[in-house]
């Protein structure tokens, strides 16, 4: 429990040093060694939204990490739900709308899958309507 404690901080330092890659490796470690812990999946889902404009090529791209940083926080254990749930509903003003997958030929349900250091695999959801 003290390792996975000590992984969390160490997530939590790269988040702010802005080392994302590292926020999920350190994260990752802690989920192993401790997967009750909700604040690992808080952390990545952060550093998947903070990366979100330096992943891909295009807006719809950039839109999809936000889908991965949601699949995170819906992970979270109940003493952090009321933050998750607030974090949430701003990432999903971020998802991509409906013409950006248009494009791409990608419809509601779809499997959308992240590369590079992400390596999500994730649900395809549209932006809210205003």
Same mark, same amino acid.
């Given at each position: 429990?003290?390792?996975?404690?000590?992984?969390?901080?160490?997530?939590?330092? !790269?988040? &702010?040093? %802005?080392?994302?890659?590292?926020? !999920?490796? @350190?994260?990752?470690?802690?989920?192993?060694? @401790?997967? %009750?812990?909700?604040?690992?999946?808080?952390?990545?889902?952060?550093?998947?939204?903070?990366?979100?404009?330096?992943? *891909?090529?295009?807006?719809?791209? #950039?839109?999809?990490?936000? $889908?991965?940083?949601?699949?995170?926080?819906?992970?979270?254990? =109940? @003493?952090?739900?009321?933050?998750? +749930?607030?974090?949430?509903? @701003?990432?999903?003003? #971020? /998802?991509?709308? !409906?013409?950006?997958?248009?494009?791409?030929?990608?419809?509601? *349900?779809? !499997?959308?899958? $992240?590369?590079?250091?992400? +390596?999500?695999?994730?649900?395809? &959801? /549209?932006? =809210?309507? %205003?």
């Amino acid at each position: 429990i003290q390792k996975a404690d000590y992984y969390v901080r160490m997530a939590d330092v !790269k988040l &702010r040093q %802005k080392q994302y890659q590292s926020v !999920k490796t @350190n994260a990752m470690q802690a989920i192993k060694l @401790n997967p %009750k812990l909700g604040q690992p999946y808080m952390l990545i889902a952060q550093a998947y939204a903070y990366a979100s404009k330096d992943y *891909g090529e295009d807006d719809f791209d #950039h839109a999809a990490v936000f $889908l991965a940083a949601v699949d995170k926080l819906q992970q979270v254990d =109940p @003493n952090l739900t009321a933050q998750a +749930n607030e974090l949430i509903a @701003n990432y999903s003003q #971020h /998802f991509p709308d !409906k013409s950006e997958a248009f494009f791409r030929g990608i419809t509601e *349900g779809a !499997k959308v899958t $992240l590369g590079s250091w992400i +390596n999500e695999t994730t649900t395809a &959801r /549209f932006r =809210p309507s %205003k």
